[in-house]
């Protein structure tokens, strides 16, 4: 695992978000290590037309994962992921409903998010990671299998973050990240979590 800037989910993030609330100022907890580029890095496309002909509807995903809470993040350099120190276990599930893969590039920070399916929600949260929060989301980026991005408004300009990657969609697995943030760089430090997930496909509702 590496904490690499966060510049590519600035499509996240109204324009008008900033880091005045913010108690760290900090990169983004990057998931285990893997061939791909560090998701800072990793361009927001669209799928290819080959995949998109492959599969042109997503199914039903939930995701039913075990968060631990980062507790030695260091801003200052790269990590590895054997240096990463988790606190906790903490059972998560969330939904992420079917429908048309996306085709096209996601808007830009400046412009009005794509309408979110109502059925998105988290499903358990018996800890209470997030306690409080609208149980609803505000953005969604579904780049199935690539990645998810999606955030809540917690209160302005602070948001609950999610990111879903790496996914193998074949192995049914994934890793989720989750973190409190004023803007696309500024994360809370003490509200860092991540940890493995298992990933259940079902056909999505009809109509």
Not at 45 to 66: E, F, G, H, V
């Amino acid at each position: 695992m590496r904490i690499a800037r966060a510049a590519a989910l600035l499509a996240l993030f109204p324009a008008a978000c900033s880091a005045q609330s913010s108690p760290t100022s900090a990169p983004t907890p990057r998931p285990a290590a893997s061939p791909e580029m560090p998701v800072a890095e990793q361009p927001v496309a669209a799928p290819t037309a080959a995949a998109t002909a492959q599969s042109a509807m997503l199914p039903d995903r939930t995701l039913s994962c075990t968060l631990g809470r980062i507790t030695n993040p260091d801003p200052s350099r790269e990590q590895t992921d054997a240096e990463i120190v988790y606190e906790g276990k903490h059972a998560f599930s969330l939904l992420l409903p079917g429908g048309p893969a996306r085709t096209t590039p996601p808007p830009d920070a400046t412009d009005d998010p794509d309408p979110v399916n109502p059925r998105t929600r988290i499903l358990a949260d018996p800890d209470g990671l997030t306690r409080g929060f609208p149980n609803r989301f505000d953005r969604v980026i579904d780049l199935w299998p690539q990645r998810v991005e999606m955030t809540t408004t917690i209160d302005q300009p602070r948001v609950n973050l999610i990111i879903v990657n790496p996914i193998d969609a074949a192995a049914g697995t994934a890793m989720l990240f989750m973190t409190q943030a004023t803007d696309a760089a500024t994360f809370d430090m003490q509200h860092l979590y991540r940890g493995p997930c298992t990933v259940k496909t079902a056909a999505a509702p009809r109509g």
